[in-house]
């Protein structure tokens, strides 16, 4: 059985739910190579390294390990503030790290400790307790060693930016200072924590640590990487899914100028050469034969119609509440929709991209590993060593949106199967994506279309809700398989299975198709479609009965106070009803997606060709405590606009099994002129913090069609939105 496969039962079976949505957090500070390290370093004068999370130096810089992937959600921000706000440090003084792949240290807590990687969500909920300890041990025991230092007693010592103060004497010593008599002693099995009103550093907007670098250039992401010798590989892939090397000839591609070699690895041909542009053109000389028998060669048009007609037939029930059929035929009146999602390409701006260095003894990796466990095990079994002689160096990612973190870990598992194909070089190897290979290369959001039909009473108020939607399991023959639950895949129904609204009659159905399309979780994942097709629906319903959509949706949030609280809020710095001009229309959508709760109230302006624009979009957000309220801002604001790429022109078409497709010229995104005035609003909290990252994407596709509908009186339930086809 291949490792992925042993994977899934030792590793992810125990703790990955929380990708589905749930969260499951207990405490764990390891010590474990830390406390090793540290007795090393007393004897020299070195290092105190108290636990697997800080590093505090004699000339009293302080680093934070963080065990979480930065790809612009601002971990290294948010995470060292945790632990720094503990440990009484100035800001300035705090360099930050990424952890090593090891999961005895550096699990996801969220995810039942089972393995380490960045997803759901997670990263600030699992670490709250976590980093917020450890930098509560190490303030004690620097306090101890200077009580020890000037034989006083600790209780009347303060630490301060920096510093063990003695506020009787005025004497003062460094963290610095004090690594040496620190490393010598033992760890509390105690702390207390700040509370809320003692804060420094929580709750305020401190800079960024990872932008400098970012805007003078000197951050590494892989691309970046340059090691002595290396060698760069790109790899020819079937235009068809599921599609195999038949035969290749190489003849034309070996003899171009820079070329090293041409091997065939199970994804397809590989050229590597002493550079990317001259890999790049002999992979064009290249003659490839596919063998397409087992290859996907439908289109999206006849999934849309093939999953319509499952639409209208009854599926494998995710939840029930009540009787929805029978409510539905004794309703005073009933509604019906059809909504249809696209496949959808993750399309971060940097390119997929490895750094592989192969020995017999040990394989090195370079990458932005979201999934550094099972990242670590795939390369260990292509390179036929085992797990612990992969060290994974964690690099910056230029977004991921969940394209990372793929079950294959198609871009690690390449570039170590061409350093295994070209042992005899000696070289190691960078392996390089193109745009093209990126937004064609599958592990899409899959397609869906979802059926709703809803009953109103005479009143008014919805009395019956029957949802079927049709699609893909991403969890489904993959190591995340054990997520799943009764033949459900949890990231299909989330956002309506958890639908928070007070309806007595309520059921949700799930068709799961097994096509040959790769698909992965996409920034959100179910919500990604559900809070469409849910919060239009909603305000079908609102409107149905003649009542405004605001005040519909609070009536039935009664039980949801943190719904109803955003929702509230964001209408209210909307300006919410308001008279507004012929052709401009507002519109509003809730959601809970990861534990947080977003409103959205967005503002339009139809044309009279029959084109549109997004004016305004007011967002409201209740995530907890906000560790840095400038990053949770920015995050809304970051979905927003990611939503809206997707809501306006999001769209990976299949035909003949090929992807249409290739470049932001045909895939674009949101460009400056065309993103609207975004105002963030956070909802003040004491609640422990959830995930920022993924929430605001959401709720913006169904307020923008809910704002048309109100411009226009005509409902969008399709897509990317379309007020006319193009």
Not at 24 to 49: E, M, N, V
Not at 266 to 294: H, K, M, Y
Not at 384 to 409: C, D, K, M, Q, Y
Not at 412 to 441: F, K
Request: with cysteine.
């Amino acid at each position: 059985m291949s490792e992925p496969q042993s994977l899934e039962r030792r590793v992810f079976l125990k703790g990955s739910a929380a990708l589905a949505g749930s969260l499951i957090i207990g405490f764990h500070l390891p010590t474990r190579g830390a406390r090793a390290a540290q007795s090393a370093d007393a004897a020299t004068g070195g290092t105190f390294a108290p636990n697997a999370f800080l590093r505090i130096a004699p000339d009293n810089t302080v680093t934070v390990i963080v065990k979480h992937l930065e790809m612009g959600q601002g971990v290294y921000t948010g995470l060292p503030t945790l632990l720094a706000e503990e440990l009484e440090v100035d800001w300035k003084q705090v360099r930050v790290e990424a952890a090593p792949a090891d999961v005895a240290r550096y699990a996801n807590l969220a995810w039942g400790g089972a393995a380490q990687g960045t997803g759901g969500s997670t990263s600030l909920a699992n670490s709250w307790e976590q980093l917020r300890r450890a930098g509560a041990m190490a303030r004690q025991m620097l306090i101890t060693a200077a009580a020890q230092t000037w034989n006083v007693g600790a209780g009347g010592l303060k630490a301060e930016k920096g510093f063990v103060i003695d506020p009787q004497s005025g004497r003062r010593l460094s963290y610095g200072e004090l690594t040496a008599k620190a490393a010598s002693l033992p760890p509390p099995t105690d702390v207390k924590l700040k509370t809320p009103s003692q804060w420094r550093l929580i709750g305020r907007s401190v800079p960024r640590k990872d932008s400098p670098e970012k805007v003078n250039g000197a951050a590494v992401f892989a691309v970046d990487v340059k090691l002595p010798g290396m060698l760069t590989a790109v790899v020819a892939r079937p235009p068809r899914f599921g599609g195999r090397v038949k035969r290749f000839d190489a003849q034309k591609a070996k003899a171009m100028p820079g070329v090293k070699a041409v091997v065939e690895i199970p994804q397809g041909v590989a050229v590597v050469a002493t550079d990317f542009w001259s890999a790049l053109q002999a992979r064009n000389a290249l003659v490839i034969e596919w063998d397409e028998t087992r290859a996907f060669t439908g289109g999206s048009e006849e999934l849309f119609r093939r999953y319509a007609e499952l639409a209208q037939q009854p599926g494998t029930v995710a939840r029930k509440e009540g009787n929805a059929e029978a409510a539905l035929d004794s309703a005073a009146r009933r509604l019906g929709a059809t909504f249809e999602f696209p496949f959808l390409a993750h399309a971060p701006m940097e390119p997929l991209s490895s750094v592989v260095r192969l020995t017999d003894e040990v394989c090195e990796v370079w990458a932005g590993s979201q999934l550094q466990t099972l990242d670590q095990a795939v390369a260990a079994r292509i390179a036929g060593l085992p797990p612990e002689r992969v060290r994974i160096h964690t690099l910056l990612a230029g977004g991921s949106f969940g394209r990372h973190a793929n079950p294959t870990a198609d871009y690690i598992a390449e570039g170590v199967a061409v350093a295994a194909a070209t042992r005899a070089l000696g070289a190691p190897i960078r392996l390089m994506w193109t745009r093209e290979d990126d937004i064609r290369g599958g592990y899409y959001r899959p397609l869906y279309v979802h059926r709703i039909t809803a009953g109103l009473d005479t009143a008014g108020r919805p009395v019956a809700w029957l949802q079927r939607i049709v699609g893909q399991s991403i969890l489904k023959g993959t190591p995340f398989e054990g997520m799943m639950k009764d033949g459900i895949d949890p990231t299909s129904v989330e956002g309506a299975t958890n639908l928070p609204y007070t309806i007595p009659h309520l059921q949700v159905e799930l068709h799961t198709v097994d096509i040959g399309v790769p698909v992965l979780w996409w920034r959100s994942v179910g919500s990604t479609h559900t809070a469409f097709s849910t919060e239009v629906m909603m305000d079908m319903l609102a409107h149905a009965a003649g009542q405004d959509p605001v005040a519909f949706r609070l009536e039935l949030l009664a039980k949801h106070p943190r719904h109803a609280g955003v929702l509230k809020l964001a209408a209210e710095k909307a300006g919410w009803g308001r008279a507004l001009p012929r052709n401009r229309g507002q519109g509003v959508a809730v959601h809970e997606s990861f534990h947080s709760f977003v409103a959205q109230v967005a503002e339009v302006t139809v044309r009279d060709e029959g084109t549109f624009s997004v004016d305004r979009v007011v967002c409201a957000v209740d995530c907890g405590v906000a560790v840095n309220p400038d990053v949770v801002r920015a995050q809304m604001e970051s979905g927003i606009v990611f939503g809206l790429s997707a809501a306006l022109y999001g769209a990976i078409t299949l035909k003949d099994g090929t992807v249409v497709q290739s470049n932001f010229s045909d895939y674009p995104v949101l460009r400056l002129d065309e993103t609207p005035k975004i105002e963030v609003h956070i909802v003040k909290s004491e609640a422990p913090p959830t995930g920022v990252g993924e929430p605001g994407v959401p709720p913006i596709a169904p307020a923008v069609a809910n704002a048309l509908f109100a411009a226009t009186g005509k409902w969008l339930t399709k897509l990317p939105l379309r007020l006319k086809e193009r």
